[in-house]
Antibody
Framework: QVQLQESGPGLVKPSETLSLTCTVSGVSITSYHWNWIRQPPGKGLEWIGYIHYSGNSDYNPSLKSRVTMSVNTSNKQFSLRLKSVSAADTAVYYC?????????????WGQGIMVTVSS | SYELIQPPSVSVSPGQTASITCSGDKLGDKYACWYQQKPGQSPVLVIYQDNKRPSGIPERFSGSNSGNTATLTISGTQPMDEADYYCQAYGSSTYVFGTGTKITVL
């Protein structure tokens, strides 16, 4: 059974760095483009960026200056770092996979992790 | 930046057809997909590449995309279809989500 599981702190202080990890099971980490997507409370979805097992990545231009993604194929994990966070970064963060090349659609999702930015 | 606009809400009676539109500049030139999200749950892909259904998605879900508008249609809407629905496309080097539509089945 394919599963994605987000992990990391649920509370981050303003101006600090948010760090999350997604662990992939039931599918090869080389099979997908791996993405991070977030959803502020009561609001819509926002794509943060993707990373490929090769290390290729791309980020939402609106967040690009603050985002870094990485992948660890041995541990079947990929990670998100978002620096200089503020209250506006409070959201549920999802990891997601784009399984069909060229579909630009996310057919695998983690359960999400709520991250609150507050002192 | 690229934007996708959806109506905030749609109401439908059980058994009737619900349609949600998603508007964006030359959206028909891109692939559109749709997600269903129920409260407290992760989104679920229901349509990809304009009109394809992933395995396990009921046949009552269908999609189309032409011009500036993509449309998700739910035929024979069931109470379990009550949820938020988001369109999504790839444009201007980003994956863009629509503003979201809440479907109420009453």
């Amino acid at each position: 059974q394919v599963q994605l599981q987000e992990s990391g702190p649920g509370l981050v202080k303003p101006s600090e760095t948010l760090s999350l990890t997604c662990t992939v099971s039931g599918v090869s980490i080389t099979s997908y483009h791996w993405n991070w997507i977030r959803q502020p409370p009561g609001k819509g979805l926002e794509w943060i960026g993707y990373i490929h097992y090769s290390g290729n990545s791309d980020y939402n231009p609106s967040l690009k200056s603050r985002v870094t993604m990485s992948v660890n194929t041995s541990n079947k994990q990929f990670s998100l770092r978002l620096k200089s966070v503020s209250a506006a970064d409070t959201a549920v963060y999802y990891c997601a996979g784009e399984g069909t090349p060229g579909s630009y659609a996310f057919d695998l999702w983690g359960q999400g992790i709520m991250v609150t930015v507050s002192s | 930046s690229y934007e996708l606009i959806q109506p905030p809400s749609v109401s439908v009676s059980p058994g009737q057809t619900a349609s949600i539109t998603c508007s964006g500049d030359k959206l028909g030139d891109k692939y559109a997909c749709w997600y269903q999200q129920k409260p407290g749950q992760s989104p679920v892909l229901v349509i990809y590449q304009d009109n394809k259904r992933p395995s396990g998605i009921p046949e009552r879900f269908s999609g189309s995309n032409s011009g500036n508008t993509a449309t998700l249609t739910i035929s024979g809407t069931q109470p379990m279809d009550e949820a938020d629905y988001y369109c999504q496309a790839y444009g201007s080097s980003t994956y863009v989500f629509g503003t979201g539509t809440k479907i109420t089945v009453l």
